[in-house]
């Protein structure tokens, strides 16, 4: 049953994601504000019927993140195309993903900081090159606004892969290292999107943007849907 559920939620995820990345390309707004909101929603569905059929607990907080990251996409299509509140609410969601993959992992945080210094190192002198890289258009053009947003995203970025790397160490399972993987995805999503608005004209941003993000939020999902299955944990964030 639950591969078929796998099979009935990712179908159409990747089926909408592809025909939005259309809409952007070939320039059909009203189809993107049609399924744009979508995706998130059956990402939803996807960890709320998993955990029942799996019988593990749902954490309510893994929700919030996924209802946060609804709202941005909500905020970024073409309807509303309010930039700043659609970055606010994906800055909510990295938050409570980062304190949720934290929380779970405590007691073990520092030692696997310790064990992989030298990867999350790598990762945080890629994200302040980024940073770098945008400062000096934003001085140039005086958006004082993004002067705060963008180090709030590079750090919000830096704590999501720090606590997916604690929590695929935490969780040793393949399971665990697709949340990582979404981690990292979710860095060249939010780079290409930055880099993109603010900096370069990176040459087909929306599919590099969009693809990235929603294959990041499918592995977070997955990932930490069965690794709550496959470690027998069903514990709730209290």
Do not use: C
Not at 100 to 117: A, K
């Amino acid at each position: 049953m639950i591969k078929r559920l796998n099979l009935l939620i990712s179908i159409p995820y990747f089926l909408f994601t592809i025909l939005v990345i259309f809409s952007r390309i070939f320039k059909y707004p009203e189809l993107e504000n049609l399924l744009r909101p979508t995706l998130m929603l059956l990402l939803i569905l996807w960890y709320g019927f998993g955990s029942a059929m799996q019988k593990t607990k749902i954490n309510w907080f893994f929700i919030v993140a996924l209802v946060f990251a609804l709202l941005g996409d909500i905020f970024r299509m073409p309807l509303f195309d309010n930039f700043i509140l659609g970055l606010v609410f994906f800055l909510f969601s990295h938050f409570v993903y980062s304190i949720l993959f934290l929380w779970e992992s405590r007691g073990q945080i520092i030692r696997n900081i310790n064990d992989s210094w030298l990867f999350l190192l790598i990762v945080f002198l890629i994200l302040v090159s980024v940073l770098i890289s945008l400062l000096p258009p934003l001085i140039i053009n005086n958006q004082a606004v993004f002067l705060v947003a963008l180090p709030t995203l590079i750090i919000a970025l830096y704590l999501l892969v720090l606590s997916t790397n604690v929590y695929s160490s935490v969780n040793n399972t393949i399971y665990g290292r697709y949340v990582m993987l979404g981690g990292l995805f979710f860095i060249f999503s939010d780079s290409v999107l930055a880099i993109n608005r603010f900096s370069l004209d990176v040459r087909l941003s929306s599919v590099w943007v969009l693809s990235s993000y929603v294959i990041a939020q499918w592995f977070l999902v997955y990932g930490y849907m069965n690794s709550k299955r496959d470690s027998g944990s069903d514990q709730l964030l209290a």
